[in-house]
């Protein structure tokens, strides 16, 4: 079946990077666009990068734009967000979804704070 695992998340200072990975399975990771969302709780999950199937066009959430980055390796079934300069606010569980499913991981907890 269709899964999604990600990882990566943890508890960092404000400025500080980290990078999630969310490991594919259940299909054909390389025919699909890859979406990272976020949410916090009480508040509605929040979509925040696109990667296109074959890597060559990304988009990302106007808040995370500048640092942020998704990238893929279609060779691991792979999707990765790489967070640099993190705020207070990107505070939230982080999730990992191919373009047009609806199975959802567990997430990943990510807290910046002092």
């Known amino acids: 079946q269709v899964q999604f695992v990600e990882s990566g998340g943890g508890l960092v200072q404000p400025g500080e990077s980290l990078r999630l990975s969310c490991a594919a399975s259940?299909?054909?990771?390389?025919?699909?666009?890859m979406n990272w969302y976020r949410q916090i709780p009480g508040k509605e999950r929040e979509w925040v990068a696109v990667?296109?199937?074959?890597?060559?066009?990304?988009s990302y959430v106007d808040s995370v734009k500048g640092r942020f980055t998704i990238s893929r390796d279609n060779g691991k079934n792979t999707a990765y967000l790489q967070m640099n300069s993190l705020k207070p606010e990107d505070t939230a569980v982080y999730y990992c979804?191919?373009?047009?499913?609806?199975?959802w991981g567990q997430g990943t907890q990510v807290t910046v704070s002092s």
């Open positions: 990667i296109t199937w074959d890597g060559n066009f990304t």
């Open positions: 979804r191919a373009s047009g499913f609806t199975t």
């Open positions: 259940g299909f054909t990771f390389s025919n699909y666009g």
